[in-house]
């Protein structure tokens, strides 16, 4: 964890490198200390058919849930969430400056209860670095 599920305005994809966002926000997650390489995900789902606002044609959107694993106190939680949060804003400056961009970060905790997870990625990156 976590998992970044990404659905943004499509009008993005064509002023914004996406795929490399997604590496950006990867590389953010882990550069926290907060959560391993092994277990990030970031999800891109861009999003053709929507309404927004005035139905202005130049309002774009990135919303993104953030999907980690229990036992992480909140201000740790919050400083994860933050770090995501901003590099959007970095990413998109000008275009919330001027006032066609809308970004929201939402952190869901999963319940360890059930969850039920099986992931090989882990232990062969574990495998390889040793």
Request: overall charge negative.
């Amino acid at each position: 964890m976590p998992h970044i599920i990404v659905e943004h305005s499509a009008n993005l994809s064509e002023t914004h490198d996406m795929a490399d966002l997604a590496k950006r926000l990867g590389d953010a997650c882990v550069g926290t200390g907060i959560f391993p390489r092994a277990g990030v995900r970031v999800r891109m789902h861009p999003i053709e058919t929507y309404a927004m606002a005035d139905g202005h044609p130049d309002n774009a959107f990135i919303a993104v849930i953030m999907r980690i694993g229990a036992g992480r106190e909140l201000e740790v939680r919050q400083r994860g969430g933050q770090v995501v949060f901003d590099l959007l804003c970095n990413t998109f400056a000008d275009a919330i400056e001027q006032g066609f961009m809308a970004i929201s970060v939402d952190m869901e905790i999963n319940d360890p209860d059930m969850t039920f997870k099986r992931n090989g990625v882990a232990g062969r990156m574990k495998r390889e670095a040793s």
